[in-house]
């Protein structure tokens, strides 16, 4: 009979230190799922807040250069509005094709998005292997 109830016990002990480390499991990895949620929310108002304004610096942007390249023209009116216009349109184009070649770089460089959560994973992964 004793041993019987050894066994037991020891199913028991068993079971609760199971059940114990899923519970634990379950909760680190509810709080890593947290941290996940919240960095996307923050990345997801960045990526939000730094296209409104893009936006708008686009506007601006767009309404100055017009009306610099209506000033030059209108400044050279008299004798040189085609060198005027030719000039202006090149630095446009020019600087547009800058431009989109340096925003192509940066979409392609990695952004490190989550970095938090898989540093605290890569740091969970280290505690648990021997």
Same mark, same amino acid.
């Given at each position: 009979m004793?041993?019987?109830m050894r066994d037991d016990d =020891?199913?028991?002990g068993l079971f609760a230190s199971l059940r114990k480390g899923a519970a634990t499991a379950l909760e680190l990895l509810?709080?890593?799922l947290e941290l996940l949620g919240?960095?996307?929310e923050l990345?997801? =108002?960045k990526l939000f807040d730094g296209i409104c304004l893009a936006a708008v610096a686009m506007i601006f942007l767009s309404t100055g250069l017009g009306l610099l390249c209506v000033f030059i023209v209108l400044l050279f009116w008299?004798?040189?509005r085609l060198a005027a216009?030719?000039?202006v349109s090149a630095l446009c184009l020019g600087l547009g094709m800058v431009l989109l070649q340096q925003s192509r770089t940066r979409l392609k460089s990695p952004s490190g998005i989550f970095n938090a959560s898989t540093g605290e994973l890569q740091k969970d992964q280290h505690r648990v292997q021997p």
């Open positions: 004793g041993a019987g =020891r199913r028991a509810h709080v890593r919240t960095e996307l990345e997801k =108002r008299d004798g040189y216009m030719a000039s």
